[in-house]
C-alpha cells in the first residue's frame, strides 16, 4: 500500500511530531510511505511557546527523500498545491493526526483535491474530536473537515463519545489505544540520571523521593494544584517536585504561587521544552508521574512513562483512567482536589506502591505495543464498506 501521512515531523518538535516519526517508522515495515511535513504549523504571533523547531536531534529521523517539507498551515495557495504534489504520488491512503480545528480547513482541502477522480482513501487518527479550551466555529470546521475522511481511530472512550456525535454518516472507526513512546532510549538508573540532571540543570536532589510532572504546562492541566498540595505532602515525606515542561500558560503566577508557599527548596521547576535525547533522564530520575489534569481526551505522556515503567498519579478524567489502571499501575484521583493529590502521593510513598506498581506495568504495557497499532489501522483500511 502506498501511504501518504500529513502532520508534523522533524524538524518540528513536539509529541504530534514524536508520533508521526513512530508512526512512519513502524507503517514502513510493510508500506512505501512517506510524510507531507508543515513548514509553517502555527504563525509565530499564535505559538504560546518559544520555538516550534527542534533545538537538537530527533530520536528517530525520516530520510530527506521521505520528508517533504511542503504544509503551510495558514496559506490556501498552498493547500492546493500541496495537494497536486500528492496526487501525483497516486496514494492508497492519506493519514493525519487530528487535535485542534485550527487545521481544519488546510486538511480539508488538501483531501478533497487529492480524493477527487481518484481511491485515494482518508484516515483521521483523532487526539481529540473537539479539543480542550474550545473556540467558536469548532463544531462547523470540524463537521467540514470530517466531511472528507474515509476512516477514524480513536484512541480513548472520550474521544470515541465525541466523535459519535460527529460521524452521523456511521463512517468506519477503531478504538486503538495510544502506543507506547519507545524512542526516548533505554531507562537508566535512577542514581545515574539524577546525577545528569544535577550536573546539567544546576539543581540538587537532597532527597530520595522525587515525583515528576512532565510535559505542555496549560491550565487544564492543573500543576497549580498540584503545587499546592506539596505543602501538605510535606508535611509527611521529603519530597522533590521535578516540573520540567515549557509553559504555555503565563509563568508568572505559578512562581508566585510557589515563593508564597515558600517551596523554592522543594519544587525544582526547568521551564523548557526538553529534547528527545534529553527525556529518558527525567524519566528515569522521579519515582512516580503525576498528571492533575482537569480535563483529558488521553495523555501521551502516560505512555512515556509505562516505557519506562513507572507508575502514574491521575486525575479520573478523560481517557486517562482507561489507561492507568487503579490500585495496579497507578492511583486515580478527583480532579482540581488538592487534598485527593497530597492523599496520593503520601498513600504511594507510605505503603511503598512504586515496586509493585512497577512490575504491573511491566506487564500492562505490552498491550500498547506499535505491531498493534498499525495492524489495527491495516484491519480498519481493509473495510470495504467505507
Not at 5 to 13: K, Q, V, W
Not at 135 to 164: A, C, H, N
Request: charged share 25%.
Amino acid at each position: 500500500m502506498k501511504i501518504v501521512l500529513i502532520g508534523t515531523a522533524y524538524p518540528m518538535r513536539g509529541g504530534i511530531a514524536q508520533y508521526n516519526s513512530i508512526l512512519f517508522k513502524y507503517l514502513s515495515e510493510k508500506n512505501d510511505v512517506k510524510i507531507f511535513s508543515f513548514k509553517r504549523q502555527y504563525p509565530e504571533f499564535l505559538f504560546p511557546g518559544k520555538t516550534q523547531y527542534e533545538t537538537g536531534e530527533p530520536a528517530f529521523k525520516i530520510s530527506k527523500d521521505k520528508n517533504v517539507i511542503s504544509v503551510d498551515s495558514i496559506n490556501p495557495f498552498n493547500w492546493f498545491f500541496t495537494a497536486m504534489k500528492i496526487r501525483k504520488e497516486k496514494p492508497d491512503l492519506l493519514i493525519y493526526k487530528y487535535w485542534i480545528p485550527f487545521f481544519a480547513l488546510c486538511f480539508f482541502t488538501i483531501s478533497f483535491w487529492v480524493k477527487i477522480f481518484s481511491k485515494t482513501k482518508v484516515l483521521f487518527i483523532c487526539d481529540n474530536v473537539i479539543p480542550h479550551e474550545k473556540r467558536i466555529g469548532d463544531k462547523l470546521f470540524t463537521k467540514l473537515v470530517f466531511s472528507t475522511v474515509s476512516y477514524f481511530i480513536v484512541q480513548s472512550k472520550t474521544v470515541e463519545k465525541d466523535l459519535i456525535k460527529f460521524n452521523k454518516k456511521n463512517k468506519p472507526y477503531k478504538l486503538s489505544p495510544h502506543p507506547l513512546y519507545n524512542i526516548f532510549g533505554e531507562k537508566i538508573e535512577k542514581t545515574k540520571a539524577r546525577k545528569y540532571i544535577e550536573e546539567n540543570y544546576n539543581v540538587k536532589f537532597d532527597t530520595e523521593k522525587v515525583i515528576l510532572f512532565f510535559g505542555y504546562i496549560r491550565k487544564y492541566k492543573g500543576l497549580m494544584y498540584l503545587i499546592e498540595a506539596m505543602t501538605e505532602i510535606l508535611m509527611s515525606n521529603n519530597v522533590k517536585l521535578l516540573i520540567a515542561g515549557e509553559f504555555y500558560d503565563d509563568e508568572k503566577p505559578y512562581k508566585e504561587k510557589i515563593k508564597e508557599l515558600k517551596l523554592e527548596n522543594n519544587i525544582v521547576l526547568l521551564s523548557d521544552f526538553m529534547p528527545d535525547e534529553k527525556v529518558r533522564y527525567f524519566f528515569s530520575a522521579c519515582d512516580c508521574l503525576a498528571l492533575p489534569y482537569t480535563d483529558a481526551t488521553q495523555s501521551g505522556i502516560v505512555q512515556i512513562a509505562y516505557y519506562y515503567d513507572k507508575p502514574v498519579i491521575v486525575t479520573d478524567v478523560g481517557g486517562l483512567s482507561e489507561v492507568v489502571i487503579s490500585e495496579k499501575t497507578g492511583i486515580i484521583i478527583n480532579p482540581g482536589n488538592v487534598n485527593d493529590i497530597a492523599n496520593a502521593v503520601k498513600r504511594f510513598y507510605g505503603e511503598n506502591l512504586e515496586e509493585k506498581f512497577s512490575e504491573n506495568i511491566k506487564t500492562e504495557k505490552l498491550k500498547y505495543s506499535w505491531e498493534a497499532f498499525t495492524e489495527n489501522i491495516y484491519e480498519l483500511t481493509e473495510n470495504k464498506s467505507s
